[in-house]
């Protein structure tokens, strides 16, 4: 079985997740977040103790959860390298709202609303 801790904490919830995640985990990570309370309204991942992030990270990010933000802490640098790619390569999803700014610190990577895309400076 894979580890995952769940707190809660009013409307939000913190979710750490020990290990890879992979196609192995992805079912009981999902779990986890079906389980919750209809009254959470953030997510928290903490991926402080997250060893590997494959494809199946951004499934899980991409999973319909509750009306809920998603909010990323303690990402690995194996991970940052994932959501950058898979934004390079398909940068209308919105995978950068899940990294850092150059404000915030890497270790806590907020969700922030996507900019639009104003096209080349001329």
């Known amino acids: ?59 899980l990010l991409s999973t319909p959860t509750l009306p809920a933000q998603i909010t990323l802490t303690s990402l690995p640098p194996q991970a940052a390298r994932l959501l950058e790619t898979a934004h390079a390569t398909f940068p209308d999803q919105g995978w950068d709202r899940h990294l850092a700014t150059p404000e915030e610190p890497r270790h806590r990577a907020h969700k922030r609303p996507k900019q639009p895309d104003t096209g080349p400076q001329v």
């Open 1 to 59: 079985m894979y580890d995952v801790t769940t707190e809660l904490h009013g409307r939000s919830a913190t979710l750490t997740p020990r290990g890879d995640i992979d196609h192995d985990s992805l079912d009981h990570l999902r779990s986890c977040l079906t389980g919750l309370p209809d009254t959470v309204a953030e997510i928290i991942w903490d991926l402080h103790a997250v060893t590997f992030v494959d494809v199946a990270g951004l499934h």
